[in-house]
Structure formats: structure tokens, C-alpha cells
């Protein structure tokens, strides 16, 4: 019986309080907290008579440490959720620390003002001695490890599907499936579609920021890092069909680059529409991607943040989005001496999301996920004091929610294989 804080109140926010709602035993007070306070209060509205989790909300803006560590003070929670945006992680971990609270998110850090210089230059720093661009690592996390595990306190990183159940589907496969795994290829296929020219499943900024970015992959001990869809491959997925996929750089390779012993390679690919990449192609070419604030009419606006208030809200898309989405891993390498190939996945229908909660499946699939490490952690059944990635624990309790609270999976033996 546990008091849970969650901050931020968007698509993927949604579906993360109402699964902790169906799950009242381990979350039995539930606060939502968020810069638009009237978007929590509607939540609540939506739950009211339907859990026995007792539910209130506040306002807090998550930049600011003083009033996150004000707002835990007066509300006591064992966890809290952060299902904001990347750019709050590190004040959301000060607030946690300062106040004993073990910490969750599903999006690792990365810096809101890329023109920082003095972000830029450590960033750069770790271009040259890491070997891939990319505007979000997780050096800034782990960097906390000490101070949690000496606080006895849990930072769980990565709560969601892709990072989150990709790296529990990595530790299920090292422990059930492989003595050795050579190499591992993270597949999300969205085979939805909204029915708009152009919109993003989840937050645009943050969406379009690391789509549009170069790719990278793991290999051999190194990054290697290429063009932004330099690498395309075609994909039969199970229950979905043929499609296009293209190799982008994603978080949670760097840390199973770390937790999986012996692994040779690992490559991430997600499946594209032409037109989403043209529309992309064009937004980018004009300049409506970029971060640098530009003056326009007597005030500064940010690009990417202006087109962010043109495009339809990830949230408001459940009701259009018809389809399926397939992500999963696949994984080669060897047991007992022999080779092995498996695909290891879950298939998520978009209106069957909207149905039972009113969301569509990409939020549903991150939303299950940032409650089921949010559940694990506060009860004690996932207990490793310091920072840590999902793949650092015993992957069976949460594969066995992933299979109660709607995010079934499947293993096929000898799948297709990607070149
Ligand atoms: P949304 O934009 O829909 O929601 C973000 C929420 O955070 C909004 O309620 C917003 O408030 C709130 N927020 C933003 N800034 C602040 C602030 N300073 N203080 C308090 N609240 C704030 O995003 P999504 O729900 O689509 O995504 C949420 C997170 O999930 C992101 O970090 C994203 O990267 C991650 N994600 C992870 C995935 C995974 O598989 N691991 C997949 C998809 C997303 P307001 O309503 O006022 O705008």
C-alpha cells in the first residue's frame, strides 16, 4: 500500500495512471501532477467510482526543484513516475534524492536548449570519445548511481516499451533462450495509421528530434554511426505485413551494449511511410525541426516548439488510429552449443487501446510498461539500490505483468532475419 506521484499528464501519462488504477493492491494513493493542472483534475474525473485508488492532483512545473521537492514533501509518495519530458529528468532525480524517494522515467536526459555552451561542451566531448552524436545518453543518470545507492534509494531508467520492455525482452532471452547472445535487433513496426497528412505518435518535439537525428549501431565494441535513413531494411512483421524500416540511433542500445555479455552487435529499426518522411524532409529542409530559438515579430520563438502547436496532439489520436502495432527483438546466438534465432514480441491493436482506455497503442504500450517497473520497484520485488537500466533485473515478474495488464507476448523460433 504505497502513495504514488506521477508528473506530466500527456498521452503516455494516461495510460500509466489508469493501468496503476487497475492495480489499486500495490498503488493504493495516486497524485498527478503537472504544469496544466486541469488536465490532471479531468483524469481524475475519469476515474472517479472505477478504482479503489485514491486519487489527487496538483500543479507543479518540473524545471523547478524547489517546488518538486515541496510537492513530495507535503505528499509523502514512495515513487514517483516521471512521465514529463527527458527535459526534467535530472531536477526530477535531485527532488527524488533530496527527498528519499525512488525515482522512474521512461526517456533518458537530454538538454531542452541544445545551445547550452555548457552542455555543448561536454556533449562534444562525448561525440569524440563515445562515437555517436546523438542529443540524449545516459552518462547524465548513471552519473547519480553512487548518490542513490548511498541514499538506499531505486532509479529505474527507461520504464517504457522501447527502452523498457526491449530490455526486459534482452534479460528474458540471456536467461531462458540463450548461453550467448551475438546479436540483437530492436524492431518497432507501427502498421497504424491516423488518417492525417502528418502527425507524430508521441510528443512531436522530442519525436521529430531524435528521428530526424543520424542513426548509429553497436558492433563490435564501437559505434558506428550513419546518415539519418541511410539504412533501410524491409520487415515481415507477424500480424502486420511488409514494411519499410530504417536503422536509428536509440537509447537503450547503450546500455545493453553495457549489460549483455559478449554481444557483437545491436541495431534498432523502425518502420516509416514515405510520406511521413517526406513530410519530415520538407518540415526539416525549412528549418521548422530546429531547436535554436529565431526572433519572429518583436519575440523569440523555438522552431520545433511552434510546429509542435500545429501538429494534432499524440493524445487526441486514439479515436482515429486504426491498425497494429508489432515491436520485439530479435535475438541470434547460441545455446547448448547449437545456433539459435528467436523473435521475441508484442502486438498491440490501436482501436482495442482505445477501446479499454481511451488512448491509442503507442501510448498504451509505453503507458503498461512505466506501471509495471513503477509496480515492481515500489513493492519491493525489484530492490538493486543505485540507477539502473530494466535489463539489470530478473526479467519474469515483469513479463508475467506484461502479460496480465494487455501487452501479451509471443517467441517464434527461427524467425525471418534482417541483412
Ligand atoms: P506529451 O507531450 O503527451 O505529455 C507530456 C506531459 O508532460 C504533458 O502533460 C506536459 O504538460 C507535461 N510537462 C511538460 N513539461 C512540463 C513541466 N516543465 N512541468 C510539468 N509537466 C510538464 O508526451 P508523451 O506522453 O507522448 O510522452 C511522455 C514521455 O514518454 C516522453 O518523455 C517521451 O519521450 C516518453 N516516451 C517513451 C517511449 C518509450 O517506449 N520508452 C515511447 C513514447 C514516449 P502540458 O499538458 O502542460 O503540456
Not at 69 to 81: A, D, E, Q, W
Request: hydrophobic share 35%.
Amino acid at each position: 500500500m504505497s502513495k504514488l506521484l506521477i508528473i506530466g499528464c500527456g498521452g503516455v501519462a494516461s495510460v500509466a495512471i489508469q493501468k496503476c488504477c487497475q492495480n489499486s493492491d500495490v498503488f493504493s494513493e495516486l497524485c498527478i501532477a503537472s504544469r496544466t493542472k486541469s488536465k490532471c483534475d479531468a483524469m481524475k474525473a475519469k476515474l472517479e467510482g472505477k478504482t479503489r485508488t485514491k486519487i489527487t492532483t496538483a500543479q507543479v512545473d518540473a524545471n523547478d526543484e524547489q517546488a518538486l521537492k515541496s510537492l513530495m514533501n507535503r505528499y509523502g509518495p514512495k515513487t514517483v513516475l516521471n512521465v514529463a519530458l527527458p527535459y526534467q529528468d535530472l531536477t526530477i532525480m535531485d527532488a527524488c534524492l533530496a527527498c528519499g524517494v525512488n525515482y522512474v522515467d521512461t526517456a533518458n536526459y537530454e538538454p531542452e536548449n541544445t545551445d547550452d555552451p555548457a552542455w555543448r561542451a561536454i556533449y562534444e566531448k562525448r561525440c569524440k570519445e563515445l562515437g555517436f552524436t546523438a542529443y540524449f545518453d545516459y552518462s547524465w543518470q548513471w552519473a547519480y548511481r553512487k548518490k542513490y545507492e548511498e541514499a538506499g534509494l531505486t532509479a529505474l531508467l527507461g520504464s517504457g516499451f522501447d527502452p523498457g520492455v526491449t530490455s526486459v525482452f534482452s534479460a528474458y532471452a540471456q536467461k531462458h533462450y540463450f548461453d550467448q547472445i551475438d546479436t540483437i535487433d530492436i524492431l518497432d513496426c507501427n502498421g497504424g495509421d491516423n488518417g492525417c497528412a502528418f502527425a507524430t505518435n508521441f510528443n512531436p518535439e522530442i519525436n521529430l528530434r531524435e528521428v530526424s537525428a543520424n542513426g548509429s549501431y553497436w558492433e563490435n565494441g564501437r559505434w558506428i554511426e550513419t546518415k539519418p535513413m541511410e539504412i533501410k531494411r524491409e520487415y515481415d512483421f507477424p500480424q502486420v505485413g511488409q514494411k519499410d524500416m530504417y536503422l536509428l540511433h536509440h537509447e537503450e542500445i547503450e546500455s545493453l551494449a553495457k549489460n549483455i555479455p559478449g554481444i557483437k552487435r545491436i541495431r534498432f529499426f523502425m518502420t516509416f511511410g514515405q510520406s511521413y518522411l517526406t513530410h519530415m524532409k520538407c518540415l526539416e529542409d525549412v528549418g521548422m525541426l530546429s531547436t535554436s530559438p529565431v526572433e519572429f515579430e518583436g519575440r523569440e520563438i523555438v522552431p520545433i516548439q511552434f510546429l509542435k502547436t500545429l501538429l494534432p496532439d499524440p493524445a487526441s489520436l486514439g479515436p482515429r488510429t486504426k491498425g497494429k502495432t508489432n515491436i520485439g527483438c530479435l535475438f541470434s546466438g547460441t545455446k547448448d552449443g547449437k545456433k539459435r534465432t528467436i523473435y521475441l514480441y508484442n502486438v498491440c491493436d490501436h482501436q482495442a487501446c482505445y477501446r479499454e482506455l481511451g488512448s491509442q497503442a503507442v501510448s498504451y504500450t509505453t503507458g503498461v510498461p512505466a506501471m509495471i517497473g513503477t509496480a515492481l520497484v515500489t513493492s519491493g520485488v525489484w530492490n538493486k539500490k543505485g540507477v539502473h537500466n530494466l535489463e539489470e533485473f530478473d526479467p519474469d515478474p515483469f513479463m508475467e505483468m506484461l502479460n496480465r495488464y494487455g501487452l501479451p507476448w509471443t517467441v517464434e523460433e527461427s524467425p525471418e532475419t534482417v541483412g
